[in-house]
């Protein structure tokens, strides 16, 4: 994978130092994407503070002690806070490119709060802390070309960056990448389950589950052939894996449950995000 060291004239800003602002921290840090010093972190909770400390990058409790520009401000919010937390940062606005990762927040909203059109949504999600990540971009016409690289080259730093060209396909990305390792820890969860049900120990039952599911995501990697045809691969007929499959795909069992369950997280993220008072539907469209 590529990955690119920029140079900021301005300092890179990092509001909410969670998981999954820390994950974009170390991915910055560990890669070289961006110099420690040039980057300033605002977090209230002061364990978070000392980890991003330990990165070599400067910290603050609040925005108030920040510098007085900033080239980029990636804003690693729950979706609850933004409505609180953004104003504060309007002082930036003028000649600042703001990034947002909080689910469901539509840019319109973030343009609001941050009386700004210079506006990035981003849908990183948990596997960018080791390098192995999927992220959803989208930007309006008022973000440069050269500010967007600069963007798109910090989640690269944490994997795979895909970018869209209309908004509402970053509330399906978070339905599918953003909560989908949730699907798959969980699938590792009722394997190993089974595994233990079935007779075998604890330790070798966990291990099993987790690199079948581990193997089995690398090996559709590798192939140029189709997740069907690699499932077909495997399904000897009358077999062990047919006998399972028989289970799993009756009336489309287990493809209904997904796709109710990311229907589920795509109608949640419209509503995080508060898309209904903007006049939003979950195709993106305005209401008549």
């Known amino acids: 994978m590529n990955r690119t060291s920029i140079k900021l004239d301005e300092p890179l800003i990092l509001v909410g130092c ?7 921290l170390r991915g910055w ?3 070289s994407t961006v110099d420690p010093a040039a980057v300033h972190v605002v977090e209230p909770v002061r364990v978070l503070r000392e980890r991003a400390v330990a990165l070599g990058v400067n910290t603050h409790e609040t925005c108030e002690t920040l510098p007085a520009k900033a080239g980029i401000i990636v804003f ?3 979706p ?4 609180n937390e953004l104003p504060s940062y309007q002082r930036f606005s003028d000649g ?26 981003a849908m990183p999600n948990t596997p960018t802390s080791i390098g192995k990540g999927s992220t959803i971009i989208f930007t309006g016409s008022a973000v440069e070309d050269g500010e967007l690289e600069n963007v798109l080259s910090l989640f690269k730093a944490g994997g795979a960056v895909h970018q869209v ?4 396909l970053i509330d399906a990305a978070t339905a599918i990448s953003g909560s989908g390792p949730a699907y798959i820890f969980y699938l590792i969860e009722c394997l190993g389950d089974a595994a233990r049900e079935l007779g075998l120990p604890a330790e070798v039952a966990s291990k099993l589950a987790k690199e079948t599911v581990h193997g089995a995501a690398a090996l559709a990697f590798a192939s140029n052939d189709h997740p069907a045809e690699l499932r077909r691969q495997v399904t000897s007929p009358n077999g062990t894996t047919a006998a399972a499959m028989s289970v799993l795909a009756t009336e489309s069992a287990l493809s209904a449950l997904i796709l109710r369950a990311t229907k589920a997280a ?5 509503e995080l995000g508060g898309a209904e008072e903007l006049g939003l539907t979950s195709s993106g469209q305005g209401t008549k």
């Open 76 to 78: 690693a919010l729950k």
């Open 18 to 24: 969670g998981n999954m602002g820390y994950a974009l």
């Open 96 to 121: 600042t490119v703001f990034v947002s990762i909080a689910a469901g927040v539509p840019a319109g909203k973030l343009k609001l709060l941050l009386e700004s059109p210079r506006i990035v949504r």
């Open 165 to 168: 060209t209309r908004e509402d």
């Open 80 to 83: 609850q806070a933004v409505q």
């Open 29 to 31: 840090i560990d890669t």
């Open 266 to 270: 795509f109608q949640r993220s419209l």
